[in-house]
């Protein structure tokens, strides 16, 4: 299948994206996905608490700390999706979560007081597992807590989201979550098909989140937005049809279409997916084709990576502005705020550092038990990583790169110091991913979809690991997905 969606003529640049099929098959290789740089792969066991407790003191210290983004994981889930790759513990034992909130409310508190005078909230995200795990009680009690300890900006202003599972919550549920504070939802469908379902071990009946859909609009929130996944078992292109037209008459603000990574050597959930129930290479690309198709035609814009919107959602808006920003959550409205993240495996971003919390429960309580920040490593970023970091961060966000913006915040000549990754970008605009003149690097339609082709080239360490490699003939990083 071929063919270009969206007219240049009629719409905004944003919004045309074009699938070119024999380019993605010729390019499409494993590669990382950016929500940072560098990836998170790269983070070392060198970095830890002390290193965490100078980024926020050198911040703070400045005084021009903006406003500040929070992520609360909650690793746990009721049942086990075989695709699932996420970082979760699968228990219906509801006492582990009790026990876990006393150790991330101790965590909060520690963030809490070492961002004291910082601590202004303008983007806070749940993510898991399952965060609608904890009842409504819980989930109360934990919203109190972070306002104790971080101070949040009015509900018009801030962007405060939950990812929720339609298998979890109630449409009463739903409207509490909008009085606790939440006004953004994600919901996971990832199909509607009930064959699909069985095979993946998620069975969700389509009325149930439909009514979730409804009853998040009808408790006023400002974004609702709905996660889908293709490349799953027994999907063809009339399931992707189907659960298409439905997602669609649902009316959500933001889909985002995710490729499913079939990776059982990395993910032991995955190695009860039969192999012979997965669409070959090409029905992906096909289901991949139609789901931009017919999300165009329903008037949803191509952001980037797997999102799509609504011309009027935030998301859109910040992108025809040129202010969108991603991070570990994907895209986001608020550029540059430090991320502070709080739980089992979280992940933070404050300054030029990331640092990542232990993976285990048992470490997680150990280190809390000692009155010490959970952390098991990280990354100082030198200049290099800062200028790569932009790069990337403006491609993957605005598909363009101003080269005179670089050259006028970094003390470097553009063509000098990027000559090696030059080539490799006239590589790719042989192929029509993307044009280069004396002052822009232009991602065009047909090379939006692979975007991640053409960061990789900034990416220095992926540069260097793959001349390592060129000596013991692995040709491609296992531990990625495919870009496309
Ligand atoms: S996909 Fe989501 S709900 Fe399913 S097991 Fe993974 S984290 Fe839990």
Same mark, same amino acid.
């Given at each position: 299948?071929?063919?270009?969606?969206?007219?240049?003529?009629?719409?905004?640049?944003?919004?045309?994206?074009?699938?070119?099929?024999?380019?993605?098959?010729?390019?499409?290789?494993?590669?990382?996905?950016?929500?940072?740089?560098?990836?998170?792969?790269?983070?070392?066991?060198?970095?830890?608490?002390?290193?965490?407790?100078?980024?926020?003191?050198?911040?703070?210290?400045?005084?021009?700390?903006?406003?500040?983004?929070?992520?609360?994981?909650?690793?746990?889930?009721?049942?086990?999706?075989?695709?699932?790759?996420?970082?979760?513990?699968?228990?219906?034992?509801?006492?582990?979560?009790?026990?876990?909130?006393?150790?991330?409310?101790?965590?909060?508190?520690?963030?809490?007081?070492?961002?004291?005078?910082?601590?202004?909230?303008?983007?806070?995200?749940?993510?898991?597992?399952?965060?609608?795990?904890?009842?409504?009680?819980?989930?109360?009690?934990?919203?109190?807590?972070?306002?104790?300890?971080?101070?949040? #900006?009015?509900? @018009?202003? *801030?962007?405060? =989201?939950?990812? !929720? &599972?339609?298998?979890?919550?109630? %449409?009463?549920?739903?409207?509490?979550?909008?009085?606790?504070?939440?006004?953004?939802?994600?919901?996971?469908?990832?199909?509607?098909?009930?064959?699909?379902?069985?095979?993946?071990?998620?069975?969700?009946?389509?009325?149930?989140?439909?009514?979730?859909?409804? #009853?998040?609009? @009808?408790? *006023?929130?400002? =974004?609702?937005? !709905? &996660?889908?996944?293709?490349?799953? %078992?027994?999907?063809?292109?009339?399931?992707?049809?189907?659960?298409?037209?439905?997602?669609?008459?649902?009316?959500?603000?933001?889909?985002?279409?995710?490729?499913?990574?079939?990776?059982?050597?990395?993910?032991?959930?995955?190695?009860?997916?039969?192999?012979?129930?997965?669409?070959?290479?090409?029905?992906?690309?096909?289901?991949?084709?139609?789901?931009?198709?017919?999300?165009?035609?329903?008037?949803?814009?191509?952001?980037?990576?797997?999102?799509?919107?609504?011309?009027?959602?935030?998301?859109?808006?910040?992108?025809?502005?040129?202010?969108?920003?991603?991070?570990?959550?994907?895209?986001?409205?608020?550029?540059?705020?430090?991320?502070?993240?709080?739980?089992?495996?979280?992940?933070?971003?404050?300054?030029?550092?990331?640092?990542?919390?232990?993976?285990?429960?048992?470490?997680?309580?150990?280190?809390?038990?000692?009155?010490?920040?959970?952390?098991?490593?990280?990354?100082?970023?030198?200049?290099?990583?800062?200028?790569?970091?932009?790069?990337?961060?403006?491609?993957?966000?605005?598909?363009?790169?101003?080269?005179?913006?670089?050259?006028?915040?970094?003390?470097?000549?553009?063509?000098?110091?990027?000559?090696?990754?030059?080539?490799?970008?006239?590589?790719?605009?042989?192929?029509?991913?993307?044009?280069?003149?004396?002052?822009?690097?232009?991602?065009?339609?047909?090379?939006?979809?692979?975007?991640?082709?053409?960061?990789?080239?900034?990416?220095?360490?992926?540069?260097?690991?793959?001349?390592?490699?060129?000596?013991?003939?692995?040709?491609?990083?296992?531990?990625?997905?495919?870009?496309?």
């Amino acid at each position: 299948m071929e063919g270009t969606v969206g007219s240049a003529a009629l719409l905004p640049v944003t919004q045309t994206v074009e699938f070119d099929t024999a380019l993605i098959r010729k390019l499409s290789q494993l590669g990382p996905r950016y929500t940072s740089y560098p990836t998170a792969d790269r983070f070392n066991a060198e970095f830890g608490y002390r290193d965490y407790l100078q980024a926020v003191t050198g911040a703070t210290a400045r005084g021009n700390m903006h406003p500040l983004s929070l992520y609360i994981h909650i690793p746990f889930c009721e049942s086990i999706c075989y695709y699932c790759g996420c970082n979760k513990i699968v228990t219906k034992d509801r006492s582990k979560a009790a026990n876990y909130l006393v150790y991330l409310k101790r965590e909060i508190e520690m963030q809490g007081k070492l961002l004291a005078g910082a601590n202004r909230i303008e983007q806070l995200h749940f993510g898991g597992g399952t965060p609608t795990y904890l009842s409504d009680a819980q989930m109360g009690d934990l919203m109190q807590h972070l306002r104790r300890w971080f101070n949040f #900006a009015p509900d @018009a202003e *801030g962007e405060y =989201s939950i990812e !929720v &599972d339609p298998r979890t919550v109630t %449409p009463e549920r739903v409207h509490s979550l909008r009085r606790q504070g939440f006004n953004r939802i994600s919901l996971g469908v990832q199909d509607f098909d009930a064959d699909v379902q069985e095979a993946v071990n998620r069975i969700q009946p389509e009325s149930e989140t439909v009514a979730i859909i409804d #009853a998040a609009r @009808a408790a *006023g929130f400002r =974004s609702v937005s !709905v &996660d889908l996944i293709y490349g799953l %078992p027994k999907q063809n292109l009339h399931t992707m049809e189907q659960t298409l037209q439905k997602v669609i008459a649902a009316d959500p603000d933001r889909i985002a279409i995710y490729n499913y990574a079939h990776m059982p050597h990395l993910f032991k959930p995955q190695r009860r997916i039969a192999e012979a129930d997965l669409p070959s290479a090409e029905t992906k690309l096909d289901m991949l084709a139609l789901c931009i198709s017919r999300l165009n035609e329903a008037g949803y814009i191509y952001i980037g990576m797997d999102h799509f919107a609504k011309p009027t959602d935030d998301l859109a808006v910040a992108q025809r502005q040129g202010r969108l920003h991603r991070n570990f959550q994907g895209y986001s409205t608020h550029v540059g705020a430090d991320l502070v993240s709080c739980g089992v495996s979280a992940i933070s971003a404050i300054g030029a550092t990331y640092s990542q919390n232990v993976k285990t429960l048992d470490e997680y309580y150990e280190h809390i038990e000692q009155n010490e920040l959970p952390i098991a490593r990280g990354i100082k970023l030198n200049m290099d990583d800062l200028l790569r970091r932009i790069i990337i961060q403006m491609l993957m966000c605005n598909f363009e790169l101003s080269i005179a913006s670089i050259e006028l915040a970094y003390p470097i000549t553009f063509n000098s110091y990027f000559a090696t990754e030059l080539v490799k970008l006239r590589e790719l605009e042989q192929s029509g991913l993307l044009t280069i003149d004396e002052e822009w690097i232009t991602v065009t339609p047909k090379g939006r979809l692979l975007i991640r082709n053409i960061c990789m080239v900034f990416d220095r360490y992926l540069a260097s690991a793959q001349s390592a490699r060129a000596d013991d003939s692995t040709t491609q990083p296992l531990r990625y997905s495919k870009t496309i």
